[in-house]
């Protein structure tokens, strides 16, 4: 059985960086997609970043950034089977919310996948 596990949030300054993970449990071989979405009270949840798999688990993949985040924040290279990481720079007070990864993984060279989404954990930006 999978399950995503997150961490990495917390409270940092505006200008400062935080790495969030997402981690999945169980046997997996890699991840066919990997979404990153944020909620802030009385906002509708966004997309910031999207990485998904080119056919190639040890290649780059492809990505998306929403604009409200591009330049900042970046999907680092997949070097972990298991895990995939939101990399958050520059931050900002707009940035401020719960951070959810949403994934599908790929459990077998047969392309079997299961799909699923994190705990979800707090990005706090003071300014």
């Known amino acids: 059985q999978v399950h995503l596990i997150q961490s990495g949030g917390g409270l940092v300054q505006a200008g400062g960086s935080l790495r969030l993970s997402c981690g999945a449990t169980?046997?997996?071989?890699?991840?066919?997609?990997m979404e990153w979405y944020r909620q802030s009270p009385g906002a509708q949840r966004e997309l910031v970043a999207r990485y998904t798999n080119d056919g190639n688990l040890s290649g780059d993949g492809n990505r998306y950034y929403a604009d409200s985040v591009k330049g900042r924040f970046t999907i680092p290279r997949v070097n972990a089977a298991n895990t995939m990481y939101l990399q958050m720079n520059s931050l900002q007070s707009e940035d401020t919310a719960v951070y959810y990864c949403?994934?599908?993984?790929?459990?077998?060279?047969?392309?079997?996948?299961?799909?699923?989404r994190g705990q979800g954990t707090q990005v706090t930006v003071s300014s």
């Open positions: 169980g046997n997996i071989i890699g991840f066919n997609e």
């Open positions: 949403h994934a599908v993984v790929l459990l077998n060279f047969a392309g079997a996948t299961w799909g699923g």
